[in-house]
């Protein structure tokens, strides 16, 4: 499994439960698991993307539990060897997605939310779409609150 990027060790959070800290407009943080090494790859994938987030414990738990529901739906979908979770934040909110793409950088015309890939089913929330060369994106949005996340 990959390592996040994360903030300089004496740097401020990058993001918290408010939003993005200026000036950046958008963030993405990954980390790839393997499909043989199950359940626990998919919580340390989870783990580490949301490690990035300087936040309580209410806002992290739904992104993390998003994280797991993702990367679940796209197992079921999916028969890559390796996959991986990414998170992105913009003004708007967060995104969690599972993909077995892991060629695909994340600033490359937006695949790091799939926003212009075509959509294929709607599944428990989840929407699942259909990307470049065959490749599952399963996304979960959420919005930045202070109550919670939508």
Do not use: Y
Not at 44 to 52: I, K, L, N
Not at 88 to 112: E, N, P, Q, S
């Amino acid at each position: 499994m990959g390592t996040p990027i994360s903030p300089p060790s004496k740097g401020p959070p990058l993001l918290t439960e408010c939003g993005l800290l200026e000036p950046a407009l958008e963030m993405g943080f990954t980390a790839h698991f393997a499909r043989a090494d199950g359940e626990l790859a998919v919580e340390a994938a989870a783990a580490a993307v949301t490690r990035v987030i300087d936040a309580p414990g209410w806002f992290i738990a739904p992104v993390r539990d998003a994280g797991h529901s993702v990367s679940r739906c796209l197992l079921e979908r999916t028969t890559a060897d390796a996959c991986r979770i990414v998170l992105t934040a913009d003004d708007v909110g967060i995104t969690v997605a599972a993909t077995d793409d892991t060629v695909v950088t994340l600033d490359a015309a937006g695949h790091g939310s799939a926003r212009n890939l075509p959509l294929l089913a709607v599944v428990d929330g989840l929407r699942v779409h259909h990307g470049p060369d065959g490749h599952v994106w399963v996304v979960w949005q959420g919005t930045w609150r202070r109550t919670g996340l939508a």
